[in-house]
Each structure stands twice: as C-alpha cells, then as structure tokens.
C-alpha cells in the first residue's frame, strides 16, 4: 500500500509525518535539529530516501543537513559528524554560498537596490527553498536571501552559483520584500531538463530556457501598484509559483496582491483572482491529476497577515482561476488569525489528490479527498514555515 | 591545549559535549585558535566565521578571563590563562530579546 511522507519546516526544527495512504492515522518524528529554523526541506524525485534540508540561524548561518534514509539519520554532505579531518587543506563545507563575483561570468555584480533606493551590497544569508534534480539524487538548486541560484551536483557538498541570474541585467533594480530578497520558488519543466522558473521577492519571475546560464524576466501583466512602475519588467514581489508536471507551460502565480495564471510558459499572465475575498496571499497549488484544479488561501491584506474574516478557508478553483469555491469543512470558522506562508502547501500523487499546509500557528492540515473536508494531522507545532509531501510505493 | 567553549547549537552540530580541548602552536590567537577548531570540526566552518570573509559572525562574541575580547584583532595573543589551558576560550552567542 502507498505512503506519505510530509516533510515540515518549522521555526524551532523539522518535523516528519507519515501515514499509509488512507491519510487517517499519523506517526510525527521530531523536531529534528531542534532550536534552528527550517526552511525548507525536500525529498528527491529520483531517490525519495535522499531528503534534503536547510536548516539556518541568524547566529550561526546555513547549514545544510541531507539524508539517505528517508529522514530517520542526518549528516552535513561531506562532513559525517565525528569524522577526524584528512590531513591537508579543510575540505569543502557544504554550507560555503559564496557568490560568483568572477571577471569569467562577465557581469560581477556586487549591489541590488535597498529599500531606501539606494544600492547595497549582495550578503548571502540563508536558502530559503531546495529543489531536487527530478533524475539525479545528487544534483540539487538552492533558492537564497540575497537572490540568487546555487547549484550542487555532489549531493550538496559543493555549491556553485548559476551566476547569469543574478547578473543578467535587471539586478541592479531588485530590491528586498519585508520577508528579506529572497529566491523562493524553484521550478524544475519535467519535459525539458533545460527550463527552469524560478521567483524572487520582491523582483519578480525569472525563466531560462538553456540549463540556467542565461535569464529572462517574465513579468508581463504583472502590476503592482506599490511600486513606481506599476508594469515595470522587474520589481513585482511574486509570493509563489505552482504548475502541474503534465502541462509544465501552464503556470498559477500568487503574487502580493492577485492571483495570475500565464498558458505560455510565463510570456503573458492574465489575473484569475474571481470572487476571492482577497487575493492577497502567500501559497498556491495544482491538484496531481486535474490541471485546472487550483489551491490557494486568501490573506486579508499585506499590512494583515493573517486568514480573512478569522476564518481559515482553503479556496479552490475547479476552472483554473476566477470561479473560486470556499473549503473549510474541518477547519477553523472564528477567532483564527494564522497565516500560511509560501511553501507551506503540497500536493501528493495518491490516485485521490492529498492536500497538505501548515500555518505558523502549528497547525498542518491534510485533506485526503482533494480539499473536499480537512484534518488537523497536528496542532501545535512551531510555526510552520514549509511543507513539502513525498508519495512512497 | 586549549579549551574552548561553545554555545549549544554549536555543541550539538559539532557533535560534542562540554568542552573542546584543541592543541593549537604558539602563538595562541583568536585566529589560531578558530582555525585549529574548524580544522578539526569541519561542519563549525561559515558558522562562527563567514566563509568568505573570515569576519566575525555579527551575533557571537568572544570572551575570555571576564574580559571581553570580540573587538580585539584576530592576531592579537590571547592572555596566557588561555595558551596554558588554565581559562576557556568563550564563543558567546549574543542575547536578543528579553
């Protein structure tokens, strides 16, 4: 019979919950790397007992943890615990992001705008989102504050930038989001190994078409009245990007305000945000097996973080957009005033879609029946800053 | 040899208790000393020290014999009671918040 795994980030460290596939009963493992923040966490497609995590402090800095089995032992790539070191120089860390500031990349790019205008020097300060090669167990994306892409093809010993990003052009005119700039969605094209999208907070959506050496900004019919473009080509704080593997060119952006979908691979976006109470939100996602099936949870505003009305309801889209329908059955209907941030909503494989998301009041919810009615698996945890879903035969 | 405290995250991720007894030749600096402890604790490197700067961590202080040594040069001696082992050297993780 079918498992899941659902892997979750949370402020005070990673918690593992795992079921059969009838999504009733639930073992919790945890915290593991308690008292650090975890951002994010996430299994291989290829090798679902290689799970990798980012696991970061603002005293201590990145550290990235990796498993070979299932999430049950934890080691830094490259450094077993306990090992005597080689003699000779140290070896490679695993948490080194050093930016690629080389004359070779052609474009050394040193500064982004800050808020205040002016321009401000490019800090690393943690992986926000990891992103697992869909063939290969050892090679593996790292979103990060300040915005960039690292790649490793070592099973996250090494980390190199994919440095065209960052120096495309634009970079000077990123700026952060209150949230820091961060690289936070990574999206890999399942029929092509050379497209990737990736967004940024607040720069907006990026593609390449080429394995990530060069970029373009795809931002068209994005607008965002808080900046002083409200159409400029960069500057849109996006929130999060989903798309379903089976029509990878078809993709569903939250963004700060608004709900837009794009059918061409990010040319063109058109708002679907409908009857939504508020289209202010953080997560969005597709359901596995019906690609016009679309989650997201409405946010009463920016200045408000929190759910609209304090009442959690899940909204779900059966048309790819604009006609949205409220799902709360088993969920909170007052006094609820959490919020769920980016990367805190999954989807499983199970022939019945699995919807998943924490809030960063502790609680992470499960629907086994495509959002239809909704159950708490846990309730308080630290506040859940990711949530990723792994289907196991 | 000489000991080196560290604050528990640190403790947990090098995998050790208590103390940390490291030899480290003379002449005993902070730099000397922060070296022969990542050399032998790989997974601390980027965790005190930023990886590419080799600056301080801008929340961790350092300390020794009551004195208060963060703002002192990295090549600066540390006072003999450390260089014998007598006194620990401290890596603090600074408080924030009440």
Redesign the interface.
């Known amino acids: 019979m079918s498992k899941v795994r659902v892997l979750v980030g949370t402020r005070k460290g990673a918690f593992i919950l795992t079921s059969d596939g009838k999504r009733e009963q639930w073992e919790i493992s945890g915290p593991h790397f308690a008292?650090?923040e975890l951002y994010h966490l996430k299994g291989s497609p290829a090798d679902p007992n290689r799970i990798y995590a980012s696991q970061t402090?603002?005293?201590?800095?990145?550290?990235i943890q990796r498993s070979d089995d299932g999430g049950t032992t934890w080691h830094?790539p490259g450094?077993p615990?306990?090992e005597n070191?080689a003699p000779g120089p140290?070896?490679a860390?695993s948490?080194?992001?050093?930016y690629d500031i080389s004359p070779a990349t052609g474009k050394p790019l040193t500064t982004h705008q800050w808020y205040d205008g002016t321009q401000h020097p490019w800090e690393f300060k943690r992986v926000w989102h990891l992103e697992p090669s869909l063939t290969d167990p050892d090679t593996v994306y790292a979103g990060v504050e300040d915005a960039a892409m690292f790649r490793s093809t070592d099973g996250g010993e090494n980390w190199h930038e994919l440095p065209g990003l960052r120096g495309h052009g634009t970079g000077p005119k990123w700026q952060p989001g209150a949230g820091g700039m961060c690289l936070h969605t990574i999206l890999l094209d399942p029929s092509d190994p050379k497209r990737m999208y990736i967004a940024i907070s607040a720069a907006g959506a990026f593609r390449t078409d080429d394995g990530g050496n060069t970029w373009k900004p795809i931002n068209k019919g994005l607008y965002s009245q808080y900046i002083p473009n409200p159409t400029a080509e960069v500057g849109h704080c996006v929130h999060h990007i989903a798309m379903n593997p089976s029509r990878p060119g078809v993709l569903f952006m939250q963004k700060h305000w608004h709900v837009m979908r794009s059918d061409d691979a990010g040319e063109q976006w058109n708002k679907v945000s409908g009857n939504l109470p508020t289209d202010f939100g953080f997560v969005i996602d597709v359901h596995t097996h019906e690609p016009e099936t679309i989650y997201v949870v409405p946010i009463k505003s920016d200045g408000e973080h929190y759910v609209h009305e304090g009442k959690l309801r899940v909204y779900r889209s059966r048309t790819g957009g604009n006609e949205w329908e409220p799902l709360s059955r088993g969920l909170p209907q007052k006094d609820c005033y959490v919020n769920i941030l980016r990367d805190a909503m999954a989807v499983d494989q199970l022939d019945k879609c699995g919807v998943y998301f924490g809030t960063t009041g502790g609680q992470v919810y499960c629907s086994a029946d495509a959002g239809d009615s909704w159950n708490a698996i846990v309730r308080d945890l630290p506040a859940v800053l990711s949530v990723e879903v792994q289907t196991l035969a | 040899m000489i000991r080196i405290i560290l604050p528990p995250h640190l403790r947990t991720l090098a995998v050790v208790q208590g103390e940390v007894e490291l030899e480290v030749a003379a002449p005993v600096t902070r730099r000397s000393v922060l070296d022969a402890l990542e050399a032998r604790y790989p997974m601390l490197r980027g965790a005190i020290r930023d990886h590419a700067t080799l600056q301080r961590r801008p929340f961790l202080r350092f300390f020794a014999c009551e004195q208060d040594l963060t703002h002192d040069p990295p090549d600066a001696p540390l006072p003999d009671a450390v260089a014998s082992g007598k006194e620990p050297f401290i890596v603090l993780g600074a408080i924030a918040g009440g």
Request: glycine content about 20%.
């Open positions: 008292g650090w402090s603002g005293w201590f800095g990145q550290i830094q450094t615990p306990g070191p140290p070896k860390a948490n080194k992001f050093v």
